[in-house]
């Protein structure tokens, strides 16, 4: 189930999307473990990583849609091929997966523009190596797009100057197109809203510093008299707080691939170093607490890429009338890499000091791990986001065709032209008991559709008051738990695809009865929780079905990963 360097082969692309990854995997391999750890620990901008991006086209392939390729029938905006390569990278180092994300942002309000001259800028810098950067941050405002201090006064010719300071901002150090946002000094209002086009290299950008103590260059600069002419001009009014949104909408997704390589890796890593120590005579891996803390990691990892796998398909399939993607994008950077999070705690209690070394994978990880549930919205703003789709998701159920498995080479041309960035509490969802039904044999799926059922019940028989609906802190408890129903549904929708065992799929489950339970404890410690609301809670703690024979069969496939990774030096 997971990425491994020594045999990877991403059959399901096509031949130059393989070949590309492939490439990638041993462009890393070849540069050697000692290089990867060493740059990570100096702090090194990456030239040669955008050296071999550049003179393979990565970049420029895979972020190029069809529309702007020029005829090259291998460029497209493909997701599944996408979060392939964010997987990729992640299993590598964040820094490298983050350069490749910030130009996924960047690129995002030229896609959506109907301005050909930059359109085509944008394509011609992509074959010439550049990375791209996306300004909508602001040190007093963070990424609140009502508030930017960036202020464009008219020229008179239709051009603007540009003046005011990003914060923030991925590759500002040297991308050959930033899109930033700001606002006309003669408009008020959303009216008034500019997305343009700018160039860091140009005399009036003036970069300031990075404000990371990473490798990666998170930089904050500032605009005096940017000349903004208006074939520099993406967006105005609306149109461009839209683009902002569904500029995000696009690439908060890259997060949760990110978290999911940099758990694999780390997993090689941790995995290897406990079967292999030995204390008091036998392997560490021979202590029961740590074989449940090995296979709750392994079966975590498992569900995050399940889920996510599922989720691509539902992008793929995205149109105007049907934006379930919507919610699954979220799910995607709330729930996937806050699990990443606890798949990393889980090996740290096991490895100990180990993670802490320098020369190790997993120091790197257990750092950059936390970074991801911070980036493109907090935990908690993607959690309020998910709640907007609750009634719908759970009581109003409509009919869809089934979204097949998407691994075509097509071009998902309709990222770009999403529209408007509302109406989200309208949309419609298939039935989501429908996947639980078809696995209700499996035990701890049938205990967890049981708590999925009651939560249901507590919505209509104790629904949250008007007074508790405006207190955030006790809805995302309730958050939680519907976040929990929808990541199963994709789970099991993506289990028989992906060939995972009963087996597996049971442990998984496990947890997720578990996770339940602990979300329903906190929902009955709430302050604004009523006493009906309490007992509800409590009545639905359950303890997962029991099997040794199935926890065996899990472990057995968590040893498989002994020995069958590590870098290369």
């Known amino acids: 189930m997971l990425l491994n360097p020594n045999t990877y082969d991403p059959a399901h692309l096509d031949d130059e999307s393989r070949r590309l990854l492939r490439a990638l995997v041993a462009f890393f391999e ?7 750890v060493k740059s990570y620990i100096d702090r090194s901008w990456y030239d040669d990583f955008l050296e071999f991006s550049a003179r393979e086209g990565l970049f420029a392939t895979f972020l190029t849609p069809s529309a702007d390729a020029a005829g090259d029938p291998d460029k497209r905006w493909d997701t599944a091929r996408n979060a392939a390569l964010s997987e990729v990278l992640g299993f590598y180092g964040l820094d490298y997966w983050y350069t490749w994300q910030v ?38 405002h963070g990424a609140d797009i009502y508030a930017t201090d960036m202020i464009l006064t008219p020229t008179g010719d239709g051009g603007f100057t540009a003046s005011g300071t990003k914060y923030y901002i991925g590759n500002g150090n040297v991308a050959g197109l930033v899109s930033v946002f700001g606002r006309r000094s003669d408009v008020e209002g959303p009216d008034g809203y500019v997305f343009f086009a700018a160039d860091s290299r140009h005399e009036n ?13 998170v930089s904050t600069f500032e605009l005096i008299d940017y000349p903004v002419h208006a074939e520099d001009v993406l967006h105005t009014g609306k149109a461009a707080f ?5 500029t995000v909408n696009v690439g908060k997704f890259n997060l949760c691939t990110a978290a999911i390589g940099i758990c694999e890796h780390a997993m090689y890593e941790a995995v290897t170093h406990a079967h292999r120590r030995m204390l ?45 993607y919507l919610l699954f994008n979220p799910m995607t950077k709330m729930k996937v890499t806050t699990e990443g999070e606890k798949v990393i705690d889980l090996m740290w209690d096991v490895i100990a000091a180990k993670g802490f ?83 209700a044999a499996i035990p701890n799926v049938a205990r967890f559709r049981e708590q999925a ?44 695809p992906a060939g995972v065992d009963d087996n597996l799929l049971d442990e998984i489950f496990s947890i997720l009865v578990r996770d339940f339970s602990a979300y329903a404890t906190e929902l009955h410690g709430k302050a604004a929780t009523t006493e009906a609301q309490a007992a509800w809670a409590l009545a639905h703690v359950r303890r997962p079905v029991a099997d040794d024979k199935r926890d065996a069969a899990v472990w057995d496939q968590v040893l498989a990963l002994v020995g069958a990774y590590e870098m290369r030096p």
Request: glycine share 6%.
């Open 30 to 36: 070849e540069r050697g473990k000692k290089t990867l």
């Open 103 to 140: 130009t996924v942002l960047g690129l995002g309000p030229v896609w959506q523009s109907a301005n050909e001259v930059q359109r085509k800028r944008a394509a011609e810098l992509l074959d010439e190596g550049h990375v791209m950067a996306f300004a909508l941050s602001e040190r007093s």
């Open 205 to 217: 950008y003036h970069l300031i510093k990075n404000v990371v103590n990473k490798q990666m260059y």
């Open 242 to 246: 839209d683009a902002a949104l569904n």
């Open 280 to 324: 008091y005579g036998k392997p560490v891996t021979n202590f029961p607490h740590v074989r449940r803390e090995l296979t709750d990691a392994y079966a975590r990892l498992v569900a995050m890429k399940l889920f996510s796998d599922r989720a691509v398909d539902y992008f793929r399939s995205a149109g105007p009338d049907d934006r379930r």
């Open 357 to 439: 070394e320098a020369d190790t994978y997993f120091d790197k990880a257990a750092m950059d791990i936390r970074g991801l549930p911070k980036l493109e919205g907090t935990v908690h703003v993607n959690l309020a986001l998910i709640l907007k789709f609750m009634p719908n998701h759970l009581f109003n159920a409509a009919t869809y065709e089934p979204v097949a498995t998407r691994h075509d080479p097509a071009d998902d041309e309709f990222l770009f032209r999403q529209g408007p960035a509302r109406g989200l509490g309208a949309i419609r969802f298939h039935d989501w008991r429908t996947a639980y039904d078809a696995a």
């Open 453 to 496: 059922d009651g939560f249901c019940a507590l919505l209509r028989e104790h629904a949250p008051s008007e007074e508790q609906q405006k207190d955030l802190d006790f809805l995302l408890a309730v958050g939680h738990l519907f976040a929990l129903i929808v990541y199963g549904q994709l789970i099991l929708e993506q289990a028989s």
